[in-house]
């Protein structure tokens, strides 16, 4: 299984890693071709080499080259653009959810609908090209996993279309949401919203660098000089010397019997919205007779002090069990499959190979099912036999 680590000393935003990613071997020609597919204004990309306090480092830049206003594009229309490109499915479906994650944090910041949101930074063509172009760069490289260290997200104060905000800003703070972060002394925006955005929908794990055989290094740079820290980005890309269907988890219990079952949903709530890969609740008959409740929960390794802790103060319990277990897993992919209600995300599963599982994905169906009007069933079975054929 291929894998990509992401040592943030220095921080992280598109550009940094759209340049690393050039960097492990993601050519400035096959960028521009697939960036011919996307309808945007005219702009230049470019890359070269820099050097950043001793590291030589790829910097890559976007200029539009006409000088115009920047377009205060909104996430639907960003959305309509991407997906009716001529880019892959799958580098679409990833571009868009990236966006979507920028779009709901700013919707829920500002206190307006998703469908109202205007980006400022985020809508130019720059932070556009940066998006897609680290979708693009991710699938050419062949990437199955991408994991982070801890990110020092930098101090100060930074201008931006809405005015002065403390750093972190709002957005990647909201988008850090579970992140491990590192205190900084460096006055600068260290972890921009496009960065975190992008760690957010793709960084499977955070923490020291998994067990590997390193293939390549490369370095994305920054565009500041920051004060005793180079300002690149380092990406490492290598095997897992693990097989790509299986690994390790922690599962977190308690026995429950005396708590309001009222409070179940809001702790699962709770417990979901860190991030961590389920949650279930099983009847169990306990000591003196008594009929309670298992909670388990299954997450990373690396999380199981910050679950552990969240189980213990919003539940009743006075103490968790915890144990590692192994799993298998099939390799999954999303794609977006075409029916006569709109576009539908599918979940699809293959072992060896080959697709033993095909799920549409029911958030998907029943916003699309809103949208249009009818029940749920109907766009997931139609979504399900467009799915068909897929080998």
């Known amino acids: 299984m291929k894998i990509l680590y992401l040592d943030c ?12 990613l050039i960097d492990l071997g993601v050519t400035e020609d096959l960028l521009r071709h697939e960036f011919t597919k996307l309808p945007l204004p005219s702009y230049a990309i470019a890359t070269h080499r820099v ?25 639907t229309e960003i959305a309509r ?5 001529a880019l892959t499915e799958s580098v679409k479906h990833r571009a868009v959810n990236v966006f979507r994650r920028l779009g709901e944090v700013e919707a829920k910041i500002h206190g307006v609908p998703l469908e109202k949101i205007h980006f400022h930074e985020i809508g130019a063509v720059d932070s556009i090209v940066d998006i897609v172009g680290v979708c693009i760069a991710l699938e050419l490289l062949g990437v199955d996993t991408l994991e982070a260290g801890p990110l020092p997200c930098g101090s100060g104060f930074v201008e931006t279309a809405h005015g002065k905000f403390p750093v ?20 600068a ?49 290598g095997q897992t010397t693990e ?28 417990l979901l919205a860190t991030g961590v890969l389920d949650v279930f609740w099983t009847p169990v008959q306990m000591k003196k007779n008594r009929p309670g409740t298992l909670l388990t929960v299954l997450c990373a390794a690396d999380d199981v002090d910050r ?26 992919e999303i794609i977006l499959v075409k029916t006569r209600f709109g576009e539908i995300s599918v979940k699809i ?43």
């Open 189 to 237: 925006e260290l972890v921009t919203p496009t960065g975190a955005a992008l760690l957010s929908e793709f960084c499977s794990r955070y923490g020291s660098m998994s067990t590997m055989l390193i293939e390549k290094v490369g370095y994305g740079a920054g565009t500041r000089d920051l004060p005793g820290l180079p300002n690149v980005l380092r990406a490492v890309l």
């Open 81 to 85: 653009m991407i997906t009716g490109s």
């Open 168 to 187: 972190p800003a709002p957005a990647t703070l909201e988008l850090l949401r579970g992140v491990p972060v590192i205190p900084s002394d460096v006055i």
């Open 51 to 75: 050097m950043k306090q001793n590291i030589t480092a790829t910097k890559f830049e976007c200029r539009e080259e006409r000088q115009q206003q920047h377009q205060h594009r909104g996430f």
């Open 243 to 270: 097989s790509p269907d299986a690994d390790t988890v922690a599962v977190i219990e308690t026995n429950i019997d005396d708590m309001n079952p009222e409070f179940f949903s809001e702790v699962m709530e709770q």
């Open 349 to 391: 599963g293959r072992l060896a190979g080959k697709v033993v599982q095909c799920s549409p994905e029911f958030e998907s169906c029943r916003r699309v099912a809103t949208n249009v009007g009818v029940p749920v069933k109907n766009v997931y079975n139609e979504a399900a036999q467009a799915a068909g054929d897929i080998q």
């Open 307 to 332: 679950v552990a802790e969240l189980v213990m103060t919003h539940t009743t319990s006075f103490g968790v069990r915890i144990h590692e277990v192994r799993r298998r897993k099939l390799a999954r």
């Open 9 to 20: 000393f220095a921080g992280i935003s598109g550009d940094m890693l759209l340049g690393a």
